[in-house]
């Protein structure tokens, strides 16, 4: 079973996608919306990624989602399951192959922070950047069971980067 999309070297037309996607999707959020990041790989310069572009969105509340899961439709994006409990999840394939991704959040939701804190993390520590493309390209290659199995091979690794950042503490 393959992954969604072929981990390729980073590529410096995302940040653009991203933008364009951004400007596509605002209108489905209305009054709710709060902020549209970019987030995942693809938002970490000089890190190989599926090249997938993930769009964080924050918003104020789930008001008016049958309007906003139609707006989505238009533009080519299919609702997956939820994550979490007021964590939404939406994406984009194009011949069979995964180009976006949406992660609709509540304001406050902790995926919020913990994506832009690990997202920043990347982008600032070359050393852990470079183990964790070279954990993805491990994965990858040995990768028989999917999406599913190449995530769960991630969060290990994901999980202790964020649980570094959460017990370590200022020097004063």
Not at 14 to 38: D, M, R, S, T, Y
Not at 82 to 93: M, N
Request: hydrophobic share 40%; glycine share 8%.
């Amino acid at each position: 079973m393959a992954l969604t999309s072929k981990i390729s070297p980073y590529d410096s037309n995302w940040p653009a996608l991203f933008l364009a996607a951004k400007e596509q999707i605002a209108k489905a959020f209305g009054e709710e919306l709060i902020a549209i990041h970019h987030v995942g790989s693809t938002a970490v310069p000089e890190l190989a990624a599926k090249p997938e572009i993930d769009m964080l969105v924050e918003i104020s509340a789930h008001r008016n989602e049958s309007l906003r899961t139609s707006v989505l439709s238009e533009l080519g994006y299919v609702r997956g399951s939820d994550l979490s409990a007021g964590h939404h999840f939406y994406r984009r394939d194009i011949d069979g192959v995964r180009t976006h991704k949406i992660h609709i959040c509540l304001s406050g939701h902790d995926q919020i922070g913990r994506m832009l804190r690990f997202r920043d993390i990347l982008r600032s520590d070359p050393i852990l950047r470079e183990c964790y493309q070279d954990l993805k390209l491990a994965l990858e290659a040995d990768n028989t069971g999917g999406i599913g199995e190449y995530l769960a091979g991630k969060a290990p690794f994901i999980d202790g980067v964020m649980q570094s950042v959460s017990t370590s503490s200022p020097v004063q």
